[in-house]
């Protein structure tokens, strides 16, 4: 079992910044990648960005340039960087581990709003 909490969301006007944080704990050795999501109401969950287990990042197209995925294993944490924040970045933002098994696990979510 893997357990996922997110931090780091808040109110922040367009044109800022937040970083989101994610603390991992449980049995984390058999992740072999992570990613963040994001739903916003009336709206589809969708995929942000990817971390694979040998550091390889994807992105969403609204996310390239703007956001960062990066990760600290001595602190079991991984973090999305959000800069040049747009009012549609507006979401819950939700962290999520894959295992090789294909067993995915979620956090609770961290709202981002972006608005003046």
């Known amino acids: 079992q893997v357990q996922l909490v997110e931090s780091g969301g808040g109110l922040v006007q367009p044109g800022g910044s937040l970083r989101l944080s994610c603390a991992r704990s449980?049995?984390?050795?058999?992740?072999?990648?992570m990613a963040w999501y994001r739903q916003a109401p009336g709206k589809q969950r969708e995929l942000v960005a990817t971390k694979s287990a040998s550091g390889a990042t994807n992105y969403a197209d609204s996310a390239k340039g703007r956001f960062t995925i990066s990760r600290d294993n001595a602190k079991n944490t991984v973090y999305l960087q959000m800069n040049s924040l747009k009012p549609e970045d507006t979401a819950v933002y939700y962290c999520?581990?894959?295992?090789?098994?294909?067993?995915?696990?979620w956090g609770q979510g961290t709202q981002v709003t972006v608005s003046s």
């Open positions: 999520n581990a894959r295992e090789y098994t294909d067993t995915y696990y």
């Open positions: 449980g049995n984390t050795g058999k992740i072999i990648s």
